[in-house]
């Protein structure tokens, strides 16, 4: 069974930087990647990567600002996330599916807890 943890949210000032992790267990050649959900919003894709880390996708909301990268040693994928903005604050998941090429919550079938990113302007 798989089981995606998450950590490494937290409060911010705009501008700043934090780095998401997601240790994950019961994986075998799975893409992973990262939604986030804001209050009131849906669920938004925010990038992945596939198995092997040659390939990423990113909303254009993130490109060129976050970086989506796994160590497959540590079993674990992070998402470095710089020049933060208030827009940024939501829930941040870690996803695993079948292909880093897509985006919709329902193409990821293991989603991790979330864990808790505020932007303060």
């Known amino acids: 069974q798989v089981q995606l943890v998450e950590s490494g949210g937290g409060l911010v000032q705009a501008g700043g930087s934090l780095r998401l992790s997601c240790a994950a267990s019961?994986?075998?050649?799975?893409?992973m990647g990262w939604f986030r959900q804001a209050p009131g919003l849906e669920r938004e894709f925010v990038a992945a990567i596939s198995w092997s880390g040659g390939n990423t996708n990113y909303a254009d909301s993130v490109k060129g600002r976050f970086t989506i990268s796994r160590d497959n040693a540590k079993n674990t994928v992070y998402l470095q996330m710089n020049s933060l903005k208030p827009e940024d604050t939501a829930v941040y998941y870690c996803v695993a599916g079948s292909n880093w090429y897509q985006s919709k919550p329902a193409d990821f079938g293991s989603w991790g807890q979330g864990t808790q990113v505020a932007v303060s302007s």
């Open positions: 019961g994986l075998t050649l799975r893409a």
